[in-house]
């Protein structure tokens, strides 16, 4: 690696080795392509082996910086594409939660990466935000994760049937036919982190448990890592019961978007616990925004212009 500098600009070359160029440069250096446009004011080289860095000291820095992250995780094994680059705030690349059918669960937002290092730290962690922030889906790699490593010996997946007012009985169809569609997107979940084939013999042998709220009343879940999705459907009593469900050597995580309750009436029982928990050691509110969207750039937008549109009716009907 050699550097050299001219009053405010420099030129640094990276050399990449243990690992085909092509990996950190991509497909028709669409990788490259992309650290280029978080750094409009460097210029980037690629030959055989090297990458050649100039433009301002602090840019070119942090571009190489960039550029060893991606050879770094790279040469781990981990696959990058051009919208994690886009997306991903430099540190981030380098911390996977789990690796599945090629693909690496990771963090890629600081609000992100705070919500897993909450999980990892806390015995009961709320993660509230709008859709797409990965709430849910964080939440069920770090079990996963911890189902895998033996830290639990079983993950329970759970959520309020609100639709139904959680009276499966009268619904016909199994009881599978009943709570799929409110259970389904768990599922979904859950196939894209394990080998498909397995999670039936998992789900038969009760490692992994996936029913609806109202299956967990008088119940202590022990050695469990258990996770509450969908929670601002639940009522104050609802979700008193299901914290209280916890048993030894557990973690809890529920996760909600306060802005989408579905309630017939009444006040969400997530809404509620911000308020009755606050303080409460051992229990941590993890708040997801809109720049924590990873899917569509334009749910981020949209999400941003209903808050503004909540916001303004507040503040008219405050008015009156």
Do not use: C
Not at 66 to 94: F, K, M, N, Y
Not at 133 to 141: D, E, V
Not at 149 to 175: D, M, N, Q
Request: aromatic letters at 4%; a neutral charge; proline letters at 5%.
């Amino acid at each position: 690696m050699t550097a050299s500098e001219s009053q405010d600009s420099t030129t640094v070359t990276v050399e990449i080795s243990g690992v085909d160029p092509v990996f950190v440069f991509g497909p028709e250096d669409r990788l490259l392509k992309a650290i280029e446009e978080g750094f409009p004011e460097v210029r980037f080289m690629a030959r055989g082996n090297q990458v050649e860095i100039s433009g301002p000291v602090v840019q070119v820095a942090l571009a190489k910086a960039r550029v060893l992250q991606i050879i770094s995780a790279v040469t781990t094994g981990r696959e990058i594409s051009p919208a994690d680059l886009r997306r991903s705030e430099p540190d981030l690349l380098s911390q996977s939660i789990l690796s599945s059918r090629g693909k690496s669960i990771r963090p890629k937002t600081s609000g992100q990466k705070s919500y897993v290092e909450a999980i990892d730290r806390n015995t009961i962690v709320f993660g509230i935000g709008p859709a797409g922030t990965g709430k849910t889906y964080l939440a069920m790699a770090k079990a996963v994760q911890a189902l895998q490593r033996k830290e639990v010996s079983r993950i329970i997946l759970t959520r309020p049937a609100v639709e139904a007012g959680e009276r499966l009985g009268f619904l016909p169809g199994t009881l599978s036919e009943k709570i799929d569609p409110y259970l389904r997107p768990l599922f979904d979940a859950l196939h894209e982190m394990l080998d498909p084939d397995s999670v039936p013999k998992l789900i038969a042998t009760g490692t992994i448990e996936v029913a609806p709220l109202a299956y967990m009343r008088g119940r202590t879940l022990n050695d469990s890592f258990i996770i509450l999705d969908e929670a601002q459907n639940t009522t104050g009593e609802q979700m008193k019961m299901f914290l209280t469900r916890l048993g030894f050597n557990s973690k809890m995580v529920i996760t909600g978007d306060i802005t989408q309750i579905d309630l017939p009436g009444g006040a969400s029982g997530l809404t509620i616990a911000t308020k009755v928990l606050d303080g409460v050691d051992d229990v941590h509110f993890a708040k997801l925004s809109s720049k924590d969207v990873i899917r569509h750039p334009l749910v981020g937008k949209i999400v941003d212009a209903y808050d503004e549109a909540a916001a303004l009716k507040a503040q008219r009907d405050s008015q009156k």
